[in-house]
């Protein structure tokens, strides 16, 4: 499995680096990009050497991971982001946690579906709210925030190859 997370400046770093280890650990090969070759984090911690976003191939990837935080403002707006973003809910999988899933519900993605997300950000998006920890919804995996990040990160292993994996790489992190 091929995943692309894509983050920027003010990115929450729980939700990027929790499940990014996750999906490491289960075999995946995991790529993250960005607009620019670094991206600071809300919280002060640095990755760089990401891809560039306008260099992404998205047929090379089968799911992408938006993790959330205050670099959500930005995104809600930036084209090529909402490009990506509109590519893999329409033809792949798509995995967004905390303020990421409301991007999603004011493009009309949400509608139909089941879903959760930061609650205080949570809207009428015309689907089901679940508060849930972490919901799988068909190609749609929704997270609540940063306390829910590995456990988001369980469930995109899920949504991907099953429980029986999922359970698998959770066991060997606890050994």
């Known amino acids: 499995m091929n995943v692309l997370f894509i983050i920027n400046n003010g990115f929450e770093e729980t939700e990027t680096v929790g499940p990014y280890d ?17 991206a600071l984090g809300a919280h002060g911690i640095t990755i760089d050497k990401l891809i560039p976003l306008s260099k992404v191939a998205v047929y090379n990837y089968d799911l992408l991971v938006l993790p ?10 930036d084209k090529l982001y909402l490009e ?43 689907g089901t709210f679940t508060g849930e ?9 929704t997270g609540r925030g940063a306390g829910s990040s590995l456990i988001f990160g369980y469930k995109i292993i899920e949504a991907l190859e099953g429980i029986e994996k999922s359970r698998e790489v959770e066991g060997e992190m606890h050994k």
Do not use: W
């Open 84 to 126: 990506i973003m509109k590519y893999f809910i329409e033809n792949k999988k798509i995995a967004a946690i905390c303020a990421t899933p409301t991007i999603l519900g004011a493009h009309g993605y949400l509608k139909g579906k089941r879903y959760t997300c930061f609650p205080p950000m949570n809207k009428d998006f015309g």
């Open 68 to 77: 959330g935080g205050p670099q959500y403002v930005s995104n809600k707006d």
């Open 22 to 38: 996750i999906l490491k650990r289960a075999g995946y090969k995991v790529d993250i990009a960005s607009n620019n070759t670094s």
């Open 133 to 141: 920890d972490a919901t799988i919804d068909g190609n749609l995996i």
